[in-house]
């Protein structure tokens, strides 16, 4: 079946610091991959998407590239800020079906 | 551009009642796909509208039902509560077609709590 395991957390991280965020995945056929954040008190938001092999996504600094040999799609960030505090999830979409990873609280302090 | 809202914010039911969620998609989108999020888990799919026609369907009981209106707004209903559907339950909208693989835009779900 299909799914994403996603790095646990949570995650605290001092002001500049790089950030790795790990995500594997499972599917059959060819997924599109996607990460998520979900700020304090907000809804969960788009951060990017990657649709074939080889791609990558990014957004507000972060970066993460579609890793068909690996099966990974791990979020980066070189200089993370306290604004970069949430829960950030992985999700794949394949054949009409979209799977979460359970999510990553990352914590940034001053 | 008005996003997705959802209603209400908060809902307290007792076992065995009946529930509905209610769901306004962003304007200019046409699908609609519903999530139950666990506490400290991701959200996991129910169902999707498409065009007022449900479009897909995880594994959940069919005790989860939907509507989808003409002007693309939704209800998630849920009959003989149990306490395991305590949850968030999120609604998104997207423009795809029918496609999975579009962007959602999801509202701030509603927190479901069955004592």
């Known amino acids: 079946g299909n799914s994403v395991t996603q790095m646990e957390g949570p995650v605290t991280l001092s002001e500049e610091a790089f950030l790795t965020i790990n995500c594997t995945y499972t599917a059959t056929g060819y997924p599109s991959l996607f990460w998520y954040v979900q700020y304090p008190g907000e809804g969960l938001q788009l951060l990017l998407k990657a649709t074939k092999a080889d791609d990558k996504g990014s957004n507000k600094g972060f970066e993460a590239t579609y890793r068909k040999e690996t099966t990974s799609f791990h979020l980066e960030k070189g200089s993370v800020q306290v604004s970069d505090s949430a829960v950030y999830f992985c999700?794949?979409?394949?054949?009409?079906?979209?799977?979460f990873g359970a999510g990553t609280r990352l914590t940034v302090k001053p | 551009e008005t996003g997705v809202t959802q209603s209400p914010t908060h809902l307290i039911k007792t076992r065995g009642q009946q529930v509905t969620l209610r769901c306004s998609s962003q304007s200019g989108h046409n699908t609609v796909s519903w999530y139950q999020q666990a506490l400290g888990q991701g959200p996991q799919f129910i169902f999707q509208?498409?065009?007022?026609?449900?479009?897909g369907r995880g594994n959940f009981p069919p005790r989860f039902s939907g509507l989808q209106f003409p002007n693309y707004s939704s209800e998630l209903n849920v009959n003989a509560l149990e306490l395991d559907d305590s949850a968030l339950y999120l609604c998104?909208?997207?423009?795809?077609?029918?496609?999975?693989?579009?962007?959602?835009?999801f509202g701030n779900g509603t927190r479901l709590t069955v004592t």
């Open positions: 509208y498409y065009r007022e026609e449900e479009n």
């Open positions: 998104a909208s997207s423009f795809d077609g029918g496609s999975y693989n579009s962007p959602l835009h």
């Open positions: 999700a794949l979409s394949v054949n009409n079906d979209m799977r």
